[in-house]
């Protein structure tokens, strides 16, 4: 039996913990402006799959095309840029700064072996489009049955 479930009746005004979590929460969200996202966090992808190719979709605004390396190895992709601060001009200073820049790396591990040779990539008004066609090694093969 938890200590807090004696509490529960009173609501929470009375459950310390839940007043810690909030806390810690409130912490993260105010410090979360100060820290780069982590690795996994960022870029965020949409991944779709038709078992013949896999599409991965990604926004990446403010990027230079040329500043992005995609790779893939077996099955996974791996994205890496950097997206560079933004210069003040002299006198100028920021009143609130969210958007985040640095240097980012994303693996991403797909659902099967892809054919490295048909990568296709498009990069248009920030959002990157990732065509990852299927590895013919590993597609099914149909297996004729002969009759005797």
Known sequence: MLWTDGFGMFGRGLDPWSEFQR???????????????????????????????????????GIDAGAIDISVAGKTLILKGAREPEQLDEGNSYHRRERWYGQFTKAIELPFTINAEKVGARFANGILTIT????????????TIKSA
């Open 23 to 61: 806390i810690e929460n409130e912490m993260n969200r105010v410090l979360s402006r100060f820290v780069a996202p982590s690795t996994g966090d960022f870029p965020a992808v949409n991944i779709w799959t038709d078992g013949e190719e896999t599409l991965v979709t990604t926004e990446i605004p």
């Open 132 to 143: 990852l066609p299927r590895s013919e090694a590993e597609k099914p093969k149909k297996i």
